[in-house]
């Protein structure tokens, strides 16, 4: 008994039992020993020694007697470097079609696997990704991977391949990732050439040459793609193009009668806080003004095909309580001029970033006490006004300076409710006006005077008035067609949803100064595809103005006439021109374009094919999208949404 307690006292201090050997040969049997362990580890190297990752046995000895003495360390590190999967394999029996299965050469990546510009390799790679068959023949939705119609079986890193390479195909690199790859490979060419040629004077001249080169392209790239921030720190960028931008091309984009090759593409931006009551086209760039009774105006650069940033916000305006109406891009494009149920106005100049407000008009104030309706003429020197004030039932245009806002001149419509609409010649040098009574006069701003005065056929309430196409001029061209202006149709629509289109080259076929034109003429066709009050008319336009810089001109044959009502979802509808034949193929009844606010045409390139449109033949699409030439068709309308459609015939 003292023993025991002396044992339990004494604890973790006893001394240990000693192993009999029977006992260490059964430890040894089951759970083995350090000298049975590396003989399987020597036996295994040997067997093994041609696997293409295997080594030699003389090496392996050496890796092994270093683990055990601290010799031959190059050979431990060579079988620490395997990996599980390269010291087991597992049997997965006969492998059928072997002459099908696509397999890499040493398990690796090969050249085609990366994009070309990742110079990384994958941090991890699955070891059974060459193990793993794939059908591509029996499944219907991987056919379109294989390279060839025989082909069936490939590996699982084939097929990861594969997938990316379908990937790239649906889902192309953005523009903007290309340019910043771009400018990354110039700068690694530059600062290698730098390194490697530090000491030689000549080639420093060469890269500090190649380095200029470089940079005028990268301010040529930009000038389509620059921000609102980077343009406004120049204003002559706004008003110049390149000989990829708006303008640069001479061809003509021809439109044809009864079917229309329409697509659509992303909308403009998100869904506004308001109405879209105004919307204007940049004259040379690709830029969209929209605004609204929200008091704000958004400026978006138009990029459809960009899948991850279609058609970017650039900035925005904000003016308090100021419902703004009319917004429209100075046709040199570096000033916007708009307004609301105000009696001022507002410039933007893009050039600064400064805003002037112009308040009042000298001399005219009792007779234009808010400026809500205004247009600029397509020449850029004048303003018209709509007057706010009648007398004796006389409507009055107020015709200011776009550069001093002076006032210049005043037409006159005598008609009942004053003046409905007016819209100004193409050169500039007048207006046609209609009163709300269906009386036309055609002003001529040089002469200050009205050339003429009709009537518009059965006009129950005009509403809308606006001129489009050209009067081509020839070496007969007479002076009345030249007094008269060069567009060639005028509409105009009234309050039953009718809309006469009038033709005005038989008026300007007098040998005199004088117009010919008829006080009740006949419209060239008669339009009834609407049955509530015309609220917009707009014509697409002919050509695109280079602003004399140097460029040439993109045409069009024929002209587009847009008519829609914002009294009703969906009415809207498409005329040619010269042919007055309503296009039958859009819109479509299951187009969803809502109460339409705003309407407008413009210049574009190449964009990206949208999720609705006309069938309008595929091989005249494939023509015309390879030359570029797009026309933009824009819809604003009650819940604050911007629609956008590019027409190529």
Same mark, same amino acid.
């Given at each position: 008994?003292?023993?025991?307690?002396?044992?339990?006292?004494?604890?973790?201090?006893?001394?240990?039992?000693?192993?009999?050997?029977?006992?260490?040969?059964?430890?040894?049997?089951?759970?083995?020993?350090?000298?049975?362990?590396?003989?399987?580890?020597?036996?295994?190297?040997?067997?093994?020694?041609?696997?293409?990752?295997?080594?030699?046995?003389?090496?392996?000895?050496?890796?092994?007697?270093?683990?055990?003495?601290?010799?031959?360390?190059?050979?431990?590190?060579?079988?620490?470097?395997?990996?599980?999967?390269?010291?087991?394999?597992?049997?997965?029996?006969?492998?059928?079609?072997?002459?099908?299965?696509?397999?890499?050469?040493?398990?690796?990546?090969?050249?085609?696997?990366? $994009?070309?510009?990742?110079?990384?390799?994958?941090?991890?790679?699955?070891?059974?990704?060459?193990?793993?068959?794939?059908?591509?023949?029996?499944?219907?939705?991987?056919?379109?991977?294989?390279?060839?119609?025989?082909?069936?079986?490939?590996?699982?890193?084939?097929?990861?391949?594969?997938?990316?390479?379908?990937?790239?195909?649906?889902?192309?690199?953005?523009?903007?990732?290309?340019?910043?790859?771009?400018?990354?490979?110039?700068?690694?060419?530059?600062?290698?050439?730098?390194?490697?040629?530090?000491?030689?004077?000549?080639?420093?001249?060469?890269?500090?040459?190649?380095?200029?080169?470089?940079?005028?392209?990268?301010?040529?790239?930009?000038?389509?793609?620059?921000?609102?921030?980077?343009?406004?720190?120049?204003?002559?960028?706004?008003?110049?193009?390149?000989?990829?931008?708006?303008?640069?091309?001479?061809?003509?984009?021809?439109?044809?009668?009864?079917?229309?090759?329409?697509?659509?593409?992303?909308?403009?931006?998100?869904?506004?806080?308001?109405?879209?009551?105004?919307?204007?086209?940049?004259?040379?760039?690709?830029?969209?003004?929209?605004?609204?009774?929200?008091?704000?105006?958004?400026?978006?650069?138009?990029?459809?095909?960009?899948?991850?940033?279609?058609?970017?916000?650039?900035?925005?305006?904000?003016?308090?309580?100021?419902?703004?109406?009319?917004?429209?891009?100075?046709?040199?494009?570096?000033?916007?001029?708009?307004?609301?149920?105000?009696?001022?106005?507002?410039?933007?100049?893009?050039?600064?970033?400064?805003?002037?407000?112009?308040?009042?008009?000298?001399?005219?104030?009792?007779?234009?006490?808010?400026?809500?309706?205004?247009?600029?003429?397509?020449?850029?020197?004048?303003?018209?006004?709509?007057?706010?004030?009648?007398?004796?039932?006389?409507?009055?245009?107020?015709?200011?300076?776009?550069?001093?806002?002076?006032?210049?001149?005043?037409?006159?419509?005598?008609?009942?409710?004053?003046?409905?609409?007016?819209?100004?010649?193409?050169?500039?040098?007048?207006?046609?006006?209609?009163?709300?009574?269906?009386?036309?006069?055609?002003?001529?701003?040089?002469?200050?005077?009205?050339?003429?005065?009709?009537?518009?056929?059965?006009?129950?309430?005009?509403?809308?008035?606006?001129?489009?196409?050209?009067?081509?001029?020839?070496?007969?061209?007479?002076?009345?067609?030249?007094?008269?202006?060069? $567009?060639?149709?005028?509409?105009?629509?009234?309050?039953?949803?009718?809309?006469?289109?009038?033709?005005?080259?038989?008026?300007?076929?007098?040998?005199?100064?004088?117009?010919?034109?008829?006080?009740?003429?006949?419209?060239?066709?008669?339009?009834?595809?609407?049955?509530?009050?015309?609220?917009?008319?707009?014509?697409?336009?002919?050509?695109?103005?280079?602003?004399?810089?140097?460029?040439?001109?993109?045409?069009?044959?024929?002209?587009?006439?847009?008519?829609?009502?914002?009294?009703?979802?969906?009415?809207?509808?498409?005329?040619?021109?010269?042919?007055?034949?309503?296009?039958?193929?859009?819109?479509?009844?299951?187009?969803?374009?809502?109460?339409?606010?705003?309407?407008?045409?413009?210049?574009?390139?190449?964009?990206?094919?949208?999720?609705?449109?006309?069938?309008?033949?595929?091989?005249?699409?494939?023509?015309?999208?390879?030359?570029?030439?797009?026309?933009?068709?824009?819809?604003?309308?009650?819940?604050?949404?911007?629609?956008?459609?590019?027409?190529?015939?």
């Amino acid at each position: 008994m003292d023993q025991v307690e002396e044992e339990k006292e004494n604890g973790p201090d006893r001394v240990a039992v000693e192993e009999d050997a029977t006992e260490a040969e059964l430890e040894k049997l089951v759970f083995g020993n350090d000298a049975g362990f590396r003989a399987g580890i020597k036996s295994h190297v040997r067997e093994t020694s041609q696997h293409p990752y295997g080594s030699d046995d003389d090496d392996d000895e050496d890796g092994l007697e270093g683990a055990d003495g601290g010799k031959g360390e190059e050979g431990g590190e060579a079988l620490g470097g395997l990996d599980d999967s390269e010291l087991f394999f597992l049997d997965a029996g006969p492998a059928g079609n072997q002459g099908a299965i696509v397999v890499h050469e040493g398990g690796g990546y090969r050249e085609g696997d990366l $994009d070309e510009d990742d110079t990384e390799m994958p941090a991890w790679e699955d070891s059974d990704d060459d193990r793993m068959m794939v059908s591509l023949a029996n499944n219907a939705r991987l056919r379109k991977l294989r390279n060839f119609e025989g082909e069936d079986l490939v590996n699982g890193r084939e097929y990861t391949r594969r997938l990316r390479r379908q990937f790239v195909r649906l889902n192309p690199v953005p523009e903007w990732v290309q340019y910043a790859r771009r400018q990354e490979s110039r700068k690694k060419k530059r600062r290698k050439s730098l390194e490697s040629n530090e000491s030689g004077s000549s080639v420093d001249e060469a890269s500090s040459g190649e380095e200029m080169d470089v940079d005028d392209d990268d301010e040529e790239e930009e000038l389509s793609a620059k921000p609102l921030a980077k343009l406004l720190q120049n204003p002559d960028a706004l008003i110049r193009t390149t000989n990829r931008g708006i303008g640069s091309s001479s061809k003509r984009i021809k439109f044809r009668p009864e079917v229309i090759d329409i697509q659509r593409t992303r909308d403009v931006g998100g869904l506004q806080p308001s109405a879209i009551t105004s919307l204007s086209f940049h004259p040379t760039h690709p830029m969209l003004l929209t605004a609204g009774p929200a008091s704000t105006l958004y400026l978006h650069r138009l990029s459809p095909s960009d899948s991850t940033n279609p058609n970017p916000l650039l900035t925005s305006l904000h003016v308090r309580r100021t419902p703004i109406t009319s917004a429209f891009f100075h046709p040199h494009g570096s000033r916007i001029f708009f307004s609301g149920r105000k009696s001022h106005f507002h410039i933007w100049d893009l050039a600064d970033g400064a805003v002037e407000k112009i308040s009042r008009i000298q001399g005219h104030s009792e007779q234009q006490r808010d400026m809500e309706r205004f247009k600029l003429s397509p020449c850029g020197r004048w303003i018209g006004l709509v007057g706010s004030r009648r007398k004796a039932n006389v409507g009055l245009i107020n015709i200011l300076d776009a550069q001093t806002t002076q006032w210049i001149a005043e037409a006159r419509v005598e008609s009942r409710g004053g003046i409905a609409d007016f819209a100004w010649w193409r050169d500039g040098e007048g207006l046609t006006a209609a009163g709300k009574g269906g009386e036309v006069i055609e002003y001529s701003l040089g002469l200050r005077r009205v050339l003429a005065r009709w009537f518009d056929e059965g006009a129950v309430g005009t509403t809308v008035l606006c001129l489009g196409g050209r009067i081509k001029p020839t070496n007969t061209t007479t002076a009345a067609a030249a007094a008269l202006g060069p $567009d060639r149709y005028v509409a105009v629509g009234s309050t039953t949803g009718i809309v006469n289109v009038y033709d005005r080259l038989p008026w300007t076929t007098t040998t005199t100064a004088e117009t010919s034109i008829p006080s009740r003429p006949k419209p060239l066709r008669t339009l009834e595809s609407l049955t509530t009050p015309i609220s917009h008319l707009v014509f697409s336009p002919v050509e695109v103005d280079a602003q004399g810089h140097g460029q040439s001109r993109r045409q069009s044959q024929g002209v587009i006439l847009a008519l829609s009502s914002r009294w009703k979802r969906n009415a809207l509808r498409l005329v040619h021109l010269p042919s007055g034949t309503v296009y039958r193929n859009w819109p479509t009844s299951t187009t969803n374009l809502g109460r339409i606010t705003a309407v407008g045409f413009g210049w574009g390139g190449a964009g990206g094919a949208g999720e609705e449109g006309g069938g309008g033949g595929g091989e005249k699409r494939e023509k015309s999208s390879a030359a570029g030439l797009l026309l933009y068709l824009a819809l604003g309308n009650e819940q604050g949404r911007c629609g956008l459609w590019e027409i190529r015939g």
